[in-house]
């Protein structure tokens, strides 16, 4: 029997199941019928609209995603009142920041074919060690041929393009894939701002935004085979990301910059492995790498006015959000693999292990020192190895 309970009414809105009970061959049927307290959002309608993963997602009972702007801005996701570090996200179980630069609001919606929202307790199958839930992007499992596109045209001179396309080899069972997309936007809507005249007077005006425009785009070809006797699922997959995004103003929205941007690269691999051994073990197996570049430029001459006009020439390396000007890029390198292994012992009765090692390294440089003698702070090597292992026990209902 399968139980199913908290449809979303809203007919708008994206079908959202919260599920209670477990059984069936799919991964989705699979977890609408396990105890795990996850919700899963289908991408089938969302597909259908111009809107983004944010906007789906806030739709969701107990979700909030507050954004500080337009695309491409920083955005704060909630889950049941928890935040930041307590809840993780994921795509197809690997961390989201070893796949895509722009982060979980931004990502294109058409290549997400489902969302598992977790609350609570995270499932020992992810291998992570968050308290508040966990968010897993889940892209399409099907690899018959075929071809998605999307072109997506908005306000604030938004442009949207994803484009996907997998092929299978039938007598050999070899599948090759292939995904891509590139977001733009200006976002150059009015806000209310004060602006000053040649007297000093300020006033209350309205005004566009000049400097908040964000690119991005990301591509990732992948090859392998399928439904063999020594692998039910072998892939391999290489990918890069990368994004850019002018930055507008400070927190408080009183200072409006004109020079200042930040950016973010990353590129690698991931490697899956799946097959069932004497039809009674299991083994999923998820290895990736990963090289991420993080930039932050802020090195403007001139202080700007909320109508883009310069208006005061910086003191000397001064930037124009530091007290020094910047221009430094963090480089991190991280592997990560994560191995589940099912027995089913008995009739009914699973053991599931599971281990997650998670190593990253970090340096970086600062091309703007004050004293060119002085040392880079930057540039000191930093490392870190976390460990993630569990141990479960299943009764399966009769």
Do not use: C
């Amino acid at each position: 029997m399968l139980a199913e309970a908290g449809v979303v009414p809203d007919a708008g809105a994206e079908k959202v199941v919260d599920v209670t009970a477990q059984s069936g061959r799919s991964a989705v049927r699979q977890r609408r019928k396990s105890s795990e307290a996850v919700s899963i959002v289908d991408m089938r309608e969302a597909k259908k609209r111009s809107s983004d993963l944010g906007e789906v997602l806030s739709r969701v009972a107990g979700v909030s995603i507050r954004r500080f702007g337009g695309l491409g801005s920083e955005f704060r996701f909630s889950l049941n009142g928890l935040y930041d570090s307590q809840v993780r996200f994921f795509v197809d179980g690997v961390p989201i920041d070893r796949v895509y630069a722009a982060g979980l609001a931004n990502t294109p919606v058409n290549l997400v074919q489902n969302v598992e929202i977790y609350r609570g307790v995270v499932p020992l199958r992810l291998g992570a060690d968050a308290l508040g839930g966990a968010v897993n992007l889940v892209s399409s499992a099907q690899y018959e041929t075929g071809m998605n596109v999307s072109y997506q045209v908005g306000s604030f001179n938004t442009h949207r393009l994803t484009l996907s396309g997998r092929y299978r080899h039938a007598p050999s069972d070899i599948v090759v894939g292939a995904d891509t997309f590139f977001d733009y936007a200006d976002n150059d809507y009015r806000v209310e701002a004060d602006l000053s005249d040649d007297l000093g007077r300020t006033r209350r005006a309205e005004v566009p935004r000049f400097h908040d425009g964000y690119w991005a785009y990301g591509a990732a070809v992948e090859a392998g085979v399928l439904d063999k006797a020594w692998a039910r699922r072998l892939l391999v997959r290489a990918f890069t990301s990368e994004y850019g995004k002018q930055i507008q103003n400070n927190v408080r929205m009183v200072i409006p910059y004109g020079e200042a941007h930040s950016g973010e690269t990353v590129r690698g691999g991931v490697i899956t492995y799946r097959n069932t051994f004497a039809d009674r073990y299991d083994l999923d197996l998820v290895s990736s790498y990963m090289h991420r570049a993080i930039d932050f430029v802020d090195k403007g001459e001139w202080r700007y006015d909320w109508r883009g006009q310069r208006v005061q020439r910086l003191p000397r390396l001064a930037g124009e959000i530091r007290p020094r000007r910047s221009d430094q890029t963090i480089w991190q390198h991280g592997a990560f693999t994560r191995v589940v292994f099912d027995a089913r012992i008995a009739e009914r009765h699973t053991l599931t292990a599971t281990v997650s090692p998670d190593f990253v390294t970090r340096s970086g440089e600062q091309r703007l020192l004050p004293d060119p003698r002085a040392r880079d702070a930057l540039t000191a090597d930093r490392r870190a190895l976390k460990v993630v292992s569990g141990l479960a026990y299943t009764l399966h209902a009769a």
